[in-house]
């Protein structure tokens, strides 16, 4: 997705986005279970810090807060000043004061400082534009040994469970909701970037692993920088 249509899309959507992620997104995919399993990939200890790449409206906060403690620093972008809104209302009623949210584009990271003891996503890589820009830009924050853990979805149909029928009619939905756009949804070309991302990753980071999720549609993919 173009970066004028994810602000555009997404600053409409800021409103009702924690809506259609508790009551469609966790009952289809146990999203927060795997928001849980992503951070917990990072093996961040108390101190650390960590970046949180589309933050949307901070719904891995919590999870990352806790790991890091209040001596840690967590650090959130995301491109749409809708969601960052909603990002610093959770921040500001949890009385966070060891949390920085960064307005920007995950292929550029200005403003985010660094190195990272941990860089994240969750959902949110797959629609950027430039892809490979924002996998190089997100291992180069790693500092030594740095952890990088990436959930997402790498196909838009999934294989099996209840997903695979009810598919054809959230695409519908996100389409015409703004989430995702027909390009995004496109299954074949989404498979393609992200094997050629994947790829990246597995010839630049360490104690590499992979996961599947949500009918075999979603991955959780992880990996150490080098020391």
Known sequence: M????????????????DFWNRWVAEPLTGIEALRAQTVE???LQEGDSVLDIGCGTGLNLPYLVEAVGESGRVVALDYSEGMLAKARERVRQSGWSNVELVQG????????????DGVMSTWALGIVDDLPGALERAVEVLGPGGRLA???LHRTRAER?????????????LRL???????DLDDARLRERWQEGKTFLRQTLTNVGEEP??????FLFWGRGHT
């Not at 995950?106 to 985010?112: E, K």
């Not at 469970?161 to 939905?173: A, E, F, W």
């Not at 999720?213 to 979603?218: E, I, L």
Request: a negative charge; proline letters at 3%.
């Open 2 to 17: 173009k970066l004028a249509d994810v602000q555009q899309n997404y600053d409409r959507l800021a409103r009702s986005y």
């Open 41 to 43: 990939r990072l093996e």
């Open 105 to 116: 584009d995950a292929a550029v990271l200005a403003d985010v400082g660094g190195p990272f």
């Open 150 to 152: 990436i959930l997402d």
């Open 161 to 173: 469970g209840l997903r695979r029928c009810v598919d054809p009619v959230l695409h519908l939905v």
């Open 177 to 183: 909701s703004g989430v995702d756009s027909k390009e």
């Open 213 to 218: 999720n949500v009918g075999a549609s979603g």
